[in-house]
């Protein structure tokens, strides 16, 4: 699903700024040949708007597949276990990037990074060797992970490697980035509100989802931000069935996989989750943190134009509407499954 839909273009250095498209993590990018995947992603500046066209964006840093325009989250890489990939990366934005996440598993290589100065092109060649949940991230070079808040801390995409034979599993990828935004002050750029994300989108333009009561869902929860999460369900309990990160993925032995409402994600790992819903109803997902939740700040001139009312719905708003606080007075890291009754067999 495509909340910013727009024609692709292409991102050049010292060019036109497109803007970003969002994706839900279900289309795999690239080329399947005999010898593997070909991907060719490139980097550079786009507008992001988080709140909808409508309000007001923010520049931001992005990766897109060429010919597809940036996206964000970025481009999603899936393959089977033991393929062999070509990824090209070209940047065309003014900064030299560090591309890290995009190697294999096993060795030093996966510590490697791949560094792109601008408008220089470089090709990485390697095989998926472990399956599991990954993603691959960027940033200015000499920048951490954890680092990362402002205009580059959206250069993320999914990495997911299904096992090499047999049905890959039915899941869904649920990818989170934050991303703080910098106003002018009195020492330069300050920083001024965060931007928190599942897919690119923050609530309430997050995906409403949907599943019949009974069904097995299978979720591969990618923090790629650099704040922790205690992740939270309501109404049910979800098995943990693997843990990992950007570099590593453990899927648990059966004995091992423990029961949970809430699974803390520090930045950067990842977690495989699966839960079964045994009623109908609207049940949210989301961080358990008050302030992840809250409704998603003004960007820009927003801060001083004509929506600046909106500012003190950040910290709490006295004109509250309690019928809609859900829908209209949250925001941030929250999406809701609707769950259906399922019809009795004739």
Same mark, same amino acid.
């Given at each position: 699903m495509l909340l910013h839909a727009a024609p692709a273009a292409a991102l050049t250095l010292g060019g036109p700024v497109p803007t970003t498209t969002t994706h839900d993590n279900l289309q795999p990018a690239g080329r399947t040949g005999p010898d593997?995947?070909?991907?060719?992603?490139?980097?550079?500046?786009?507008?992001?708007?988080?709140?909808?066209?409508?309000?007001?964006?923010?520049?931001?840093?992005?990766?897109?597949?060429?010919?597809?325009?940036?996206?964000t989250p970025g481009p999603l890489v899936r393959v089977r276990q033991g393929t062999h990939l070509t990824v090209s990366l070209h940047n065309a934005s003014e900064d030299t990037i560090a591309v890290h996440g995009l190697g294999a598993r096993r060795g030093v290589a996966v510590f490697?990074?791949?560094?792109?100065?601008?408008?220089?092109?470089?090709?990485?060649?390697?095989?998926?060797?472990?399956?599991g949940t990954f993603f691959y991230w960027g940033a200015r070079v000499g920048t951490s992970l954890e680092d990362r808040e402002f205009d580059d801390a959206l250069l993320n995409g999914a990495y997911v490697v299904d096992p090499a034979e047999g049905e890959p599993p039915v899941d869904?990828?649920?990818?989170?980035?934050?991303?703080?935004?910098?106003?002018?002050?009195?020492? #330069?750029?300050?920083? &001024?509100?965060?931007?928190?994300?599942?897919?690119? !989108?923050?609530?309430?333009? $997050? *995906?409403? /989802?949907?599943?019949?009561?009974?069904?097995?869902?299978?979720?591969?929860?990618?923090?790629?931000?650099?704040r922790a999460h205690p992740m939270?369900?309501?109404?049910?309990?979800?098995?943990?069935?693997?843990? #990992?990160?950007?570099? &590593?993925?453990?899927?648990?032995?059966?004995?091992? !996989?423990?029961?949970?409402? $809430? *699974?803390? /994600?520090?930045?950067?790992?990842?977690r495989t989750l699966v839960w079964s819903p045994d009623r109908p109803g609207g049940w949210l997902f989301h961080c358990h943190l008050s302030?992840?939740?809250?409704?998603?700040?003004?960007? #820009?001139?927003?801060?001083h134009g004509p929506a600046a009312h909106l500012m003190p719905a950040v910290f709490g708003s006295p004109n509250a509407d309690a019928d809609h606080h859900?829908?209209?007075?949250m925001g941030g890291l929250m999406l809701v499954t609707r769950v259906l009754s399922r019809e009795p067999r004739s």
């Open positions: 593997g995947l070909h991907l060719d992603l490139e980097i550079g500046r786009a507008m992001w708007y988080p709140n909808g066209t409508d309000r007001a964006g923010t520049s931001i840093l992005a990766f897109g597949e060429v010919g597809a325009g940036p996206s490697d990074s791949i560094v792109v100065p601008p408008g220089a092109s470089r090709t990485t060649r390697f095989r998926a060797d472990l399956q869904r990828i649920l990818l989170i980035d934050v991303l703080v935004e910098r106003l002018p002050g009195d020492s #330069g750029l300050e920083p &001024a509100g965060d931007i928190l994300a599942i897919n690119g !989108r923050p609530w309430p333009h $997050t *995906e409403r /989802m949907q599943a019949t009561v009974g069904d097995s869902i299978r979720w591969r929860v990618i923090n790629a931000s650099q939270h369900l309501h109404g049910f309990y979800f098995r943990v069935d693997a843990a #990992g990160d950007w570099q &590593a993925d453990t899927l648990f032995d059966a004995r091992a !996989r423990r029961m949970a409402v $809430t *699974e803390n /994600m520090e930045p950067g790992t990842t302030f992840h939740a809250t409704m998603n700040a003004p960007l #820009g001139e927003e801060w859900v829908e209209r007075h």
